[in-house]
């Protein structure tokens, strides 16, 4: 990517759950690809089932700008801790891009906190392994962040 890349509102993404991999496209053409994790409970919009849910999402927020890579994160606000690798919590880290459904069925999307964000569990990326938010590599939700606007389209399919 290039700096002529940033902040392009024409950036829209897609999570395939079947490859575990985010895309970034451009006017619908494929930019970068990255690995992801999305939930170990499955797909679904249900309150209170960790699952990754599905369809079209906005980009409602974005969060942590400036912060550390390994950042630690509560309600969005950074905590002041740097994270470890491992651990059994399903930590926020990095960056935070807050998903909103745009769909009858997702509609609960940003009252369940549904993040695209970094991992202190690295080495899970790749396979589901959240609690149904998008994890990333913490460089790579930097890389990510740094690009895609605030309103930019996502599907997760």
């Given at each position: 990517?290039?700096?002529?890349d940033?902040?392009?509102?024409?950036?829209?993404?897609?999570?395939?759950?079947?490859?575990?991999?985010?895309?970034?496209?451009?006017?619908?053409?494929l930019?970068?690809?990255?690995?992801?994790?999305?939930?170990?409970?499955?797909?679904?919009?249900?309150?209170?089932?960790?699952?990754?849910?599905?369809?079209?999402?906005?980009?409602?927020?974005?969060?942590?700008?400036?912060?550390?890579?390994?950042?630690?994160?509560?309600?969005?606000?950074?905590?002041?801790?740097?994270?470890?690798?491992?651990?059994?919590?399903?930590?926020?880290?990095?960056?935070?891009?807050?998903?909103?459904?745009?769909?009858?069925?997702?509609?609960?999307?940003?009252e369940?906190?549904?993040?695209?964000?970094?991992?202190?569990?690295?080495?899970?990326?790749?396979?589901?392994?959240?609690?149904?938010?998008?994890?990333?590599?913490?460089?790579?939700?930097?890389?990510?962040?740094?690009?895609?606007?605030?309103?930019?389209?996502?599907?997760?399919?």
């Amino acid at each position: 990517m290039t700096d002529n890349d940033r902040c392009d509102l024409s950036f829209s993404l897609k999570v395939d759950v079947t490859q575990q991999t985010l895309h970034l496209l451009s006017n619908g053409k494929l930019v970068k690809s990255w690995p992801v994790s999305t939930s170990k409970f499955g797909l679904g919009s249900e309150p209170g089932s960790y699952k990754t849910p599905l369809g079209k999402f906005r980009i409602h927020g974005k969060f942590g700008e400036g912060a550390a890579p390994w950042a630690v994160f509560k309600s969005r606000l950074p905590t002041g801790e740097i994270a470890v690798p491992g651990g059994e919590e399903d930590g926020v880290l990095t960056r935070i891009l807050w998903l909103e459904g745009l769909e009858e069925a997702n509609r609960n999307t940003l009252e369940r906190y549904i993040y695209i964000h970094g991992t202190n569990q690295e080495d899970q990326i790749g396979r589901p392994a959240s609690h149904g938010c998008i994890r990333l590599r913490n460089q790579d939700v930097m890389e990510l962040f740094a690009v895609v606007p605030e309103g930019a389209e996502v599907e997760i399919a």
